[in-house]
């Protein structure tokens, strides 16, 4: 069977586990080397692992970084570029959660979310634009939430930053688009992850009751909607959020 994005590059943040491992898996899987981008050196290399065991030994490779940090941001994104001698590919996944009423909120926990969740989208794709500008080609997908769309109580912090990756994803396609880069958004609902398994039964109850499709989503179910946007089947499509929430906010 052909793969989607044989001979691709592709950098993939927050890739360490949940969607973002998901989605590393399943770029490979249709072709891609990828550069894990996350925190822990410990799961990375385990997922770069686990890619080079299925996929081929020059697979994956993996990046310890800070992504709010724009020195380590550009520095890393040279070394991915020398590496691999292209990045075709960059998907924002990184994001953080610091849940609170804003009566409550530190400023801490406003800042940390928005850094991570906002401030690494402007890092890479500021360190990636010129080379994709030059090659005339490329596919940039930014993983937000429909709580960007619809709010959250208790998530003040994170509804801003989600529905600033909107924001900036639209601004930014309209940028590129005359270079051929594709600049799209995905918003996932609730996804069977880490995140939402800290919720209890009368949660998750309350949570599907507004589901019309009635159960969560799992990360294969963003994944595909990633690959979709990353491969040449996207290549008209530019500027779009694609909502991923089993019918919950249409």
């Not at 939430?145 to 600033?164: C, E």
């Not at 995140?195 to 499709?213: A, F, H, R």
């Not at 990360?219 to 008209?236: E, G, Q, R, T």
Request: aromatic share 6%; net charge neutral; charged share 20%.
């Amino acid at each position: 069977m052909q793969q989607l994005l044989q001979d691709q590059t592709a950098i993939v943040t927050g890739a360490t586990a949940g969607i973002g491992k998901t989605i590393a898996f399943r770029l490979a899987e249709q072709g891609a080397k990828v550069a894990i981008i996350g925190t822990n050196a410990e799961r990375g290399q385990q997922v770069v692992d686990e890619i080079v065991k299925h996929y081929g030994v020059d697979r994956a490779v993996f990046y310890r970084l800070d992504v709010a940090n724009y020195a380590q941001t550009h520095e890393v994104v040279d070394q991915i570029v020398k590496l691999f001698g292209k990045v075709d590919i960059l998907i924002n996944n990184a994001g953080i959660t610091r849940d609170q009423l804003l009566m409550k909120m530190s400023e801490e926990d406003w800042d940390n979310v928005m850094a991570v969740n906002v401030k690494s989208c402007y890092n890479f794709c500021h360190a990636l634009v010129r080379p994709m500008m030059k090659a005339r080609k490329g596919k940039i997908v930014n993983v937000s939430s429909v709580i960007g769309l619809i709010g959250n109580a208790g998530q003040v912090n994170y509804a801003a930053s989600k529905a600033a990756m909107i924001g900036f994803t639209k601004a930014l396609a309209k940028e590129l688009a005359p270079r051929n880069i594709c600049v799209n958004c995905v918003a996932p609902g609730f996804i069977e992850t880490n995140m939402t398994d800290v919720l209890n039964e009368e949660q998750k109850k309350s949570i599907l009751s507004g589901i019309p499709l009635g159960r969560m989503g799992t990360p294969d179910d963003i994944a595909n909607a990633v690959i979709f946007a990353a491969s040449k089947s996207a290549d008209y499509m530019t500027g779009q959020v694609l909502v991923i929430d089993g019918g919950m906010v249409m």
